[in-house]
């Protein structure tokens, strides 16, 4: 579980964000205290989309902590008993606040403060409430149930039922919440919830084969599934990821290309095997493409990955989209290559 924090960080971040109630096709994000936490797809007009390296990868970089800060001299925090016990029923009654911000903030400190027995509450949020009440709380409830310990056998099942309740409820939804259901499969990669691999799989199996559009999944919440399934299978999970990677459409999305997704997915299985397939796809006609995978190459390169950092230094310089030489500047500093410094 300690190798997965680095990238739990980066999956909270390409992942989770809040959604508006009225939200459909142009969800719009409210920015609460919860904005450095939860970033993802920030899109504001004329601004920059996905690929803007530091909304997807600050978490990386920057590494915080969702858990409270050590006190001073780095002891641990001394621990009031009594005013935890207060706050916990307090933010327990602002759950059912009707201000969205409100109750949505409650839900995520819930997570934060690291309690497995809030597991149960919630899962609750997400097995029988309705999206349409507010999304908003509904995917800090999963981004919650990501943060929590696993806790016993009994909770982790309850955390599993709920985070595939949320994601079974987008099936025939086309991109209908979509950021609550990527929420709930970034929450399973969170958790390190290896058992609830087979039950993605199904979800995107069905979703994929076009035989039902009832059960078909809007690409990025297909996305974030490969992304889950990735980190909790690893190289196991090759298969899928390379499915994801050749598609140029989504099932129930028209000609919407959601590929790119699986260039992410690929940086959460090291191996020869994955910096070949995001070598490739670094040379892809398709800049959303190459951009993913020219910047999931930073993060699973090194400085004795000559063809790779090669790959990098052509990119930066040659490449015709902008936002890709960007992302091949920033990996080729990230790997240390002994070439780095002098193409910089």
């Avoid at 924090?5 to 390409?14: C, E, G, H, N």
């Avoid at 970034?186 to 609830?196: K, P, T």
């Amino acid at each position: 579980m300690a190798s997965l924090r680095p990238w739990v960080a980066a999956a909270t971040v390409v992942g989770a964000l809040a959604a508006a109630p009225s939200a459909h096709s142009k969800e719009v994000q409210d920015r609460p205290t919860s904005w450095d936490l939860l970033s993802r797809d920030i899109r504001v007009e004329g601004g920059a989309d996905w690929a803007s390296w530091w909304t997807v990868n600050r978490a990386a970089v920057l590494k915080p902590s969702y858990r409270a800060a050590a006190g001073q001299g780095g002891a641990p925090p001394p621990v009031d008993a009594a005013a935890r016990l207060r706050a916990h029923d307090v933010l327990l009654r602002e759950l059912k606040s009707k201000d969205r911000l409100v109750s949505s903030e409650a839900a995520l400190a819930l997570g934060r403060a690291g309690d497995a027995a809030n597991i149960a509450v919630l899962a609750r949020i997400l097995v029988d409430g309705k999206a349409s009440d507010g999304p908003r709380l509904h995917t800090l409830a999963a981004i919650g149930l990501g943060i929590l310990p696993k806790g016993d056998a009994a909770q982790a099942t309850e955390a599993r039922r709920g985070l595939l309740a949320g994601l079974g409820a987008a099936r025939g939804e086309e991109d209908r919440y979509r950021f609550l259901r990527s929420g709930c499969a970034y929450a399973f990669a969170l958790r390190g919830d290896a058992a609830a691999v087979p039950a993605l799989l199904d979800l995107g199996k069905d979703a994929r084969s076009g035989r039902d559009m009832r059960l078909t999944l809007d690409g990025e919440v297909l996305g974030a599934m490969c992304f889950a399934i990735a980190s909790l299978a690893g190289e196991a999970a090759l298969p899928e990821i390379k499915e994801q990677l050749g598609r140029r459409k989504s099932p129930n999305s028209g000609n919407k290309d959601n590929s790119w997704s699986a260039c992410h997915a690929l940086a959460r299985v090291p191996g020869e095997e994955s910096r070949r397939l995001l070598r490739t796809a670094a040379k892809d006609d398709r800049e959303t493409l190459r951009r993913a995978a020219l910047g999931a190459l930073g993060t699973i390169g090194d400085a004795k990955d000559d063809e790779t950092a090669a790959l990098l230094r052509a990119a930066m310089t040659g490449d015709k989209d902008p936002d890709c030489r960007q992302a091949a500047a920033i990996s080729l500093g990230r790997i240390a290559h002994p070439s780095s410094a002098g193409t910089l």
